[in-house]
């Protein structure tokens, strides 16, 4: 990772004024240590010190109690309750006398060596007073000996000369024996307020009133009634001549019932005790408003609450100076500016403690005893000491080791105020609002802490180096303290809502964030060759191309491995640190957050830059994308505020991938030549032995899964921006493939003489379409975008169709060689003897007339098929037997079954062309089942359903059913089907009018038809000699045979609108119904000596009249007879019957047609 502290970073506006509120916010720190300037405050808080530590409390001597029995009434020294019993009532001290209960001789603190010199004097016994002052400088004597450092210490904290110090010392020892027989004070006591007192009436409430009590003297306030937080301010004074008195300020309940009186005969006290404070006097200098927490009697005691004193001391002989804590202040502070700014040049020396109270030790042995003698000296409470401390650390709170220390120190005064007890049930903030620090001083204090702080955090990456895992470790305390100050504002100042302690680090890691993003923005080339340039020689880049360019995309890159190391950074070394809310705070993720916003800002508005001017090649914006692709999935994908939402990123780069893949479509379509070129020079050759389609289909498609291959590592996220990609890259497929199609297409024809050739080409056509249906699948077949998806499947179609077109060609190509075989099965067929049907015992000689029959068909098609089924794709290989299996019917059924019609100028079926025998019917439908069998090949071809359900086979079939019926039934047939003879008349050469009257008999059902023609008109018709129409009318249908079935008018001479008005009767018989005939009307020309002349046909069917039994109408003249393949079915098969006479009168009608005109 770039080291940024090498550069100063540019800071964001936001930052400038965090740095000039920072600055204030430390200047006004260090404002508050007045003390350091105060000569006056700092020489007497040395002569107090001095006295403090001469002769310290910590090592007074204790009292030497034995139990003792009262004979007269008397009352405890520390409690004041009378010494009950009648021997061994108390305890009592051998040295100076002091009388107490058992159970309060531990409360009594005052020196007993002292309080004896003191009553010794008083009471005139010099003697003993001179002994015990004696072993008081003996002590003094031993303490100087024994601690010389102390005093030391104290001389250079306060900068005194070795001799004033000497003079000194001399000065304290004397006032210290002094103070037992000189000592003398005013105390005035002004009883202000209580707050929180516990409930003692019935009611839920309390009549409080106050006694103050030093030495023998005593005081009471005025009663308030039913009050738990009563308000007196009443002031007492008072005249102390001992120091080592106490104040005692007691709060009672004030009852006037009858157990009150009960209890004042047998007690001093006839009130319910509401809670107590024991001040000593020698803690009080100056004047002081302290509020002090109300203490227990004895275990049995309830107690809550506090009670606010104001407390003004003139000691006798001594100035009026400040109050005990503001001392106090003086020589913490400056015995901290001694061992820090003197000694240590700047730095704090945290001291090895431990233990639950640690915490409350400052400095190194010698210099925390000084404070601590002082304090336990002259009352200063462990809180005030915690909290001055606080306030000199606050001055060099970025020392090593410091935040830590800091943290700590505020969570237990926090814990001091915050933690209500059993004691008290004043609430935090009234506790704090009572501190003798001085809730506004502290609360400023904490104000201006917590800005700095926030202004250093904002900064953690220079001021708390990953390189360092000491600074680290403060950065890890430095959001404890925080976090404290943050509780401390809830739970002692309680405020509703102040800043989260998670929020605050947050904003702070976003600011240096912002910041470092904009730094190795702007510093990106310098900083990128200083941490990763590998090539010493090569060329620094010029200033002004330090940033981004439009002409390249150099800077994009080093930006992100940048970006990437600080994220890197942030991740391993920072939010393993700052973990103290998991559940908000990751720096890792903010990190890559905060970066990514940033980056994509610059990223989007740069490729819309780009995309003005497009400079670079499209594979550089491609490699740039799956960078920014990598930096997005490796640490964006997942944040919290992110997932689940679609990037943009992918946008920034659209046109540029849509401009690769219109540049890959040029490519692809080369590649695929060149692979179709070099393939079709080495003869189309297969790949291997198990694959049986040619190396330029592998070829093309392993050119276009490498360019899908690219598209799909883009792993783009937007379903939008993919199915943009895919539609461009489904039309680059198309075209491909449909080109590669299209050149096999057009030289196929020329390959289908050459053996294996055609068969591989079609492999290759299918084999495109089989890497299709993968590729389709890969592109993400059901989920892919509709028109990418549409534009496959319509490709799929066109390969497909395609293929079919190949098949029908390469199937074609055999319809000469299939054509000769079946010339040649038509030879061996004719040499069939018999007529009649085949009895049973004939059918082995059928079988084998039958394989006889099919020996040239078979001899072509196993040399092929075999082939085929070798080289030929399995659905190739279907394509080419269905094609196969197709022409072979049909030229089966056109040049055996049903031969070609007669010519139509002699009417006469060619000799060859004769009507199959039953016996060869028979042959033929065994040779159809051997056929269909070799095509099914035992399920490796065609499928059976297939082959059975194939109209070719149908028809064929069909034509052999009809060989087997008669000529009736056939002409039956033909009538009942072919309806629409005369229809589609466009353009009639002429109109006949006929009437036609049908008639049944009733008896015998014989039917009778009476057919008038009356007239022709507008007949067309040229000639240049004499024009003789006449009408020919012919009855056309079953059973009739027997029968008259033509009859024909008289000619009209050169008269193309004759009228004829002639009536023919044709018998039909009672075999069949009207519907079963029809009747054909031809007008013709007469000439004598040869062949008359066709000019028109109409054909009318009696089932149209049958329901009305008559019928007169125009019917219009048609060049010829219309009928389908029934139709020509039929006739081909009659034509064959040349010895059937009506036959060959069906088959010659039906064939007629309009003869040709002279001169046309």
Not at 966 to 979: C, E, H, N, P, S
């Amino acid at each position: 990772m770039p080291d940024l502290r090498k550069k100063k970073p540019i800071p964001l506006v936001s930052d400038l004024s965090l740095v000039q509120s920072r600055k204030a916010g430390i200047t006004s720190a260090l404002a508050t240590r007045t003390s350091l300037k105060d000569e006056e405050l700092k020489n007497h808080v040395y002569k107090k010190t001095l006295q403090a530590l001469i002769y310290p409390i910590s090592c007074t001597t204790p009292h030497n109690f034995e139990v003792w029995t009262a004979t007269t009434p008397t009352y405890c020294y520390e409690c004041e309750g009378l010494l009950w019993g009648i021997a061994r009532q108390g305890m009592r001290c051998s040295e100076c006398g002091v009388k107490c209960h058992e159970k309060c001789q531990d409360l009594l603190n005052a020196d007993c060596l002292q309080r004896a010199a003191e009553k010794s004097s008083k009471h005139g016994a010099e003697d003993r007073t001179q002994n015990i002052i004696m072993a008081m400088k003996d002590r003094m004597k031993i303490r100087e000996r024994n601690k010389p450092e102390i005093f030391d210490l104290i001389r250079d904290i306060f900068v005194i000369s070795k001799m004033a110090h000497a003079q000194q010392m001399k000065t304290i020892k004397q006032s210290v024996l002094d103070g037992t027989s000189k000592w003398s004070a005013k105390i005035t006591i002004n009883v202000v307020c209580a707050q929180g007192l516990q409930a003692k009436d019935k009611t839920g409430s309390s009549d409080p009133y106050v006694t103050a009590q030093v030495g023998k003297t005593k005081k009471r306030t005025k009663t308030i009634y039913g009050n738990l937080n009563p308000v007196w301010e009443e002031k007492f004074h008072f005249e102390c001549h001992n120091s080592s008195d106490r104040i005692k300020v007691r709060v009672w309940d004030e009852d006037d019932d009858i157990k009150s009186r009960v209890k004042q005969r047998l007690k001093r006290e006839s009130d319910d005790f509401l809670g107590q404070t024991i001040i000593e006097v020698r803690t009080l200098s100056g004047e002081m408003d302290v509020w002090y927490n109300l203490e227990k009697r004895t275990d049995k005691s309830a107690v809550s609450g506090a009670i606010r004193l104001q407390i003004s001391v003139e000691i006798k002989g001594e100035e009026k100076v400040a109050p005990y804590h503001i001392q106090y202040t003086c020589l913490h502070e400056n015995e901290f500016h001694y061992l820090v700014d003197v000694q240590g040049s700047g730095m704090v020396k945290i001291p090895d403690a431990k233990g639950d109270d640690a915490w409350k030790v400052y400095f190194d042995e010698v210099a925390q005893e000084i404070v601590d003698e002082f304090a336990m000296r002259y009352g200063i409470e462990s809180i005030y000491q915690a909290m001055t401390h606080f306030a000199c650390l606050s001055s060099k709170y970025m020392c090593p080791g410091v935040p830590a220390v800091m943290s700590t120190l505020l969570a237990n005064i926090n814990a001091y105020y915050a933690h209500t007890t059993a004691s008290t049930n004043v609430s935090a903030s009234d506790r704090f609002s009572a501190s003798n620090f001085g809730k506004e001083r502290f609360v400023k204090l904490l104000d201006q802490l917590h800005n700095s702080l926030r202004i250093d955090l904002s900064m953690y990456r220079n001021n708390f180096p990953a390189s360092s895992p000491d600074r680290l470790q403060d950065l890890k305390s430095t959001v404890d303290l925080l976090t404290s100050i943050t509780f401390f504002r809830m739970k002692v100042q309680e405020l509703q809502s102040p800043p989260r302690a998670s929020q605050v680090v947050k904003d702070c890691v976003k600011a240096c964030l912002n910041s470092t993003y904009e730094y190795i923005f702007n510093n990106c080339q310098e900083l990128y060759s200083r941490e990763y340039q590998t090539d010493p020689n090569k060329k620094d880049v010029p200033p002004e191309e330090q940033g981004p360019s439009i002409k390249n995309l150099d800077f994009w890159p080093k930006l992100i491995t940048l970006i990437v190391s600080i994220i890197e950074e942030d991740k391993n070394s920072y939010t393993l640190v700052l973990n103290q809310f998991p559940q908000e705070l990751n720096v890792g993720k903010i990190s890559a957050e905060v970066m990514w916003n940033l980056f994509a800002q610059d990223m989007m508005y740069a490729m819309e830059e780009h995309e003005k001017h497009r400079l670079c090649k499209s594979a550089d914006y491609m490699n740039l994308h799956f960078k920014v692709k990598w930096l997005y999935n490796e640490y964006v994908r997942d944040l919290p505020a992110l997932k689940g939402s679609v990037p943009e990123y992918p946008a920034w780069f659209e046109q540029f991938v849509l401009q690769w893949l219109d540049e890959n479509e040029d490519v692809s379509m080369e590649f695929m030549h060149g692979a179709l070129e070099r393939d079709k020079k080495d003869g189309f050759q297969q790949t291997s032995e198990h694959a049986l389609f040619s190396c330029s289909v592998v070829d093309v498609f392993t050119q276009l899964n490498q360019s899908f291959e690219i598209i799909k590592k883009l792993e783009c996220p937007d379903p939008v921006i993919v199915g943009h990609y895919n539609r461009r890259f489904a039309k680059t497929i198309g075209k491909v493939l449909l080109q590669y199609a299209d050149i096999v297409s057009k030289n196929f024809e020329s390959y289908c003489s050459k053996e294996k050739l055609p068969c591989i080409l079609m492999n290759n056509i299918q084999q495109l379409r089989v890497q299709l249906e993968k590729m389709f699948e890969a592109m993400g077949a059901k989920q892919l975008d509709a028109e990418a998806s549409d534009t496959l499947n319509e490709l799929q179609v066109k390969l497909n169709n395609v293929l079919d077109e190949l098949s029908t060609v390469f199937g074609n190509s055999f319809q000469p060689k299939i054509e000769d075989c079946f010339k040649q099965m038509g030879d061996i067929l004719c040499q069939v003897k018999g007529t009649g049907n085949v009895p049973a015992n004939a059918q082995n000689t059928l079988a084998a007339d039958a394989d006889n029959v099919l020996r040239p068909l078979m001899d072509f098609l196993d040399g092929n098929l075999m082939l085929f089924a070798k080289v030929c794709e399995k659905t190739v290989l279907k394509r080419v037997l269905k094609d196969l299996w197709r022409i072979v019917m049909n030229t089966m059924e056109k040049s055996i079954v049903l031969p070609p019609l007669t010519d139509t100028s002699d009417h006469m079926v060619r000799e060859e062309a004769r009507s199959l025998t039953p016996k060869q019917c028979a042959i033929l439908d065994l040779a159809l089942d051997t056929i269909k069998q070799y095509f099914h090949a035992g399920g490796n071809g065609l499928k059976k359903t297939f082959l059975e359900k194939s109209p070719e086979l149908q028809s064929l079939r069909y034509a052999l059913s009809l060989y087997t019926q008669t000529t009736d039934t056939l002409i039956k047939t033909f009538v009942q089907t072919q309806t629409a003879q005369g229809s589609g008349v466009d353009d009639p050469v002429g109109e006949v009018s006929v009437q036609v009257d049908l008639f049944t008999h009733p008896g015998t059902g014989e039917h009778k038809a009476t057919v008038k023609v009356v007239a022709a008109n507008d007949l067309k018709w040229q000639t240049s000699g004499m024009f003789r129409p006449f009408v020919e009318a012919t009855m056309i249908g079953p059973h009739l045979s027997d029968k008259k079935r033509k009859f024909t008018t008289k000619s009209k001479n050169n008269n193309w609108a004759p009228k004829y008005n002639e009536t023919f009767h044709f018998i039909l018989g009672n075999e069949d119904g009207p519907d079963c005939y029809e009747l054909q009307v031809c007008v013709k020309d007469y000439c004598f000596a040869r062949e008359d002349r066709v000019l028109g046909i109409s054909v009318m069917q009696l089932r149209d009249i049958a329901d009305k039994g008559s019928c007169a109408c125009w019917c219009p003249l048609g060049r010829r007879v219309h009928m389908d393949e029934t139709g020509l079915t039929v006739l081909r098969i009659l034509s064959q019957r040349t010895n059937d006479e009506v036959a060959r009168e069906f088959v010659k009608l039906k064939s007629e047609s309009r003869s040709a005109e002279e001169g046309s």
